[in-house]
Structure formats: C-alpha cells, structure tokens
C-alpha cells in the first residue's frame, strides 16, 4: 500500500484520534462504551499513517487521556506505576509491526490474512511487555513468580488481543470495500490515495 497523501494521513489521524479518545477509558467495554481501540489504532497508525512523529504524537495522547481519566473522570491509577514506562514500548511492537506489514497490503485476500496475522502476533506480544512491565515491575503483587504470571496472562491477554483483532477486522472490511470500489488508475489502485 502507497502511503497516504497529506489530506488522507490528516483525516485518518483524525479518525484514529477520536476513536482511541472515545474507547480509552474502558478496556473491556460494556453495554454502553466500546472496548478500549488503543492497540488497534497503533497497530492500524503503522500501516496508514507510518510516520515516527505520528507514533510519537498518539504515544503523546495516549497518556493525556489517561492523565485526564485519572484526574478528573473517576478511572482507578491501579496501572500507573513506574511499569507504564514500558508502555511506548508495548505500543511499538504494535505500529512498527504494521508499518513492516503497509508495503505487502495490496488488498487481496492473502495480504488480508497476513495483516491480521502480524496483529494478532503483534499483540501479542505487545501485551506481554505491557503486561509484563505491570506485573514484575509494577510492585502490585507482592510474591511474584511465573506461574501466577503465566495463569494471569492466559487470562487477560486474549481479551486485548481480541479487541485489537475486532476493530482490525472492520478496518480489513472497510479497505477491502474501498479497494473493490474506488476508481482504478493503471495497475495502481486510487484507493491507495
């Protein structure tokens, strides 16, 4: 996929803002919020908008949300500890593994498959270390030892990582409609504005 032009890369900027805006605060989600978009929208950053500053700049939001949302709006600091540190690290897993995957996602069916792939593995892994990071470090659990660890992270990493794989998956269906539907020019699709 060719990178975006400026107008596009303003919009999707835009657009992902707003989403990780209106879904931090709940990681899960409920009956009345979405789960929190945030690894989803990295992971999505490093295909569409690619930049290092830009990764930079929602690392930035990212912990002014959750400065905001611990100061004012009543969300528990129980995973602010010197573990959050780590979480820029955790977020480049996510956006650098897209922005190696943007080159190959030409829309068919099995650049698909491998984008979804990166991310479900990306995720992964990015939630160890942010998990990690909040488990040995974070001074929360006062005996630590890998096969708590271990149970813990069977439990809660296929909740993130499912999240980040449902709002990939719209993604994934709403450029695949955009490459089915936009005008083509030559063997280069328009879409790829």
């Given at each position: 996929?060719?990178?975006?032009?400026?107008?596009?890369?303003?919009?999707?900027?835009?657009?992902?803002?707003?989403?990780?805006?209106?879904?931090?605060?709940?990681?899960?989600?409920?009956?009345?919020?979405?789960?929190?978009?945030?690894?989803?929208?990295?992971f999505?950053?490093?295909?569409?908008?690619?930049?290092?500053l830009?990764?930079?700049?929602?690392?930035?939001?990212?912990v002014?949300?959750?400065?905001?949302?611990?100061?004012?709006?009543?969300?528990?600091?129980?995973?602010?500890?010197?573990?959050?540190?780590?979480?820029?690290l955790?977020?480049?897993?996510?956006?650098?593994?897209?922005?190696?995957?943007?080159?190959?996602?030409d829309?068919?069916?099995?650049s698909?498959v491998t984008?979804?792939?990166?991310?479900?593995?990306?995720?992964?892994?990015?939630?160890a270390?942010?998990?990690?990071?909040?488990?040995?470090?974070?001074?929360?659990?006062?005996?630590?030892?890998?096969?708590?660890?271990?149970?813990?992270?069977?439990?809660?990493?296929?909740?993130?990582?499912?999240?980040?794989?449902?709002y990939?998956?719209?993604?994934?269906?709403?450029?695949?409609?955009?490459?089915?539907?936009?005008?083509?020019?030559?063997?280069n699709?328009?879409?790829?504005?």
């Amino acid at each position: 996929m060719k990178p975006l032009s400026r107008p596009m890369f303003t919009a999707v900027a835009a657009i992902f803002a707003m989403v990780m805006i209106a879904t931090r605060f709940h990681h899960f989600g409920d009956a009345l919020h979405l789960p929190d978009a945030s690894m989803a929208l990295f992971f999505l950053g490093g295909i569409y908008l690619r930049k290092h500053l830009a990764f930079l700049g929602f690392v930035v939001l990212s912990v002014l949300v959750d400065w905001y949302s611990v100061s004012y709006a009543g969300v528990s600091d129980f995973c602010i500890t010197i573990a959050y540190s780590f979480m820029p690290l955790a977020y480049a897993v996510l956006w650098y593994t897209g922005r190696l995957l943007a080159p190959r996602y030409d829309g068919s069916l099995a650049s698909h498959v491998t984008v979804f792939a990166g991310l479900l593995v990306s995720a992964t892994l990015s939630y160890a270390v942010s998990n990690g990071a909040f488990y040995w470090l974070g001074g929360r659990y006062t005996d630590p030892n890998m096969v708590q660890y271990v149970q813990r992270f069977a439990q809660w990493a296929p909740l993130f990582v499912r999240a980040a794989a449902g709002y990939v998956l719209v993604a994934q269906a709403i450029q695949a409609m955009v490459f089915r539907f936009a005008p083509r020019t030559g063997d280069n699709r328009a879409a790829q504005v």
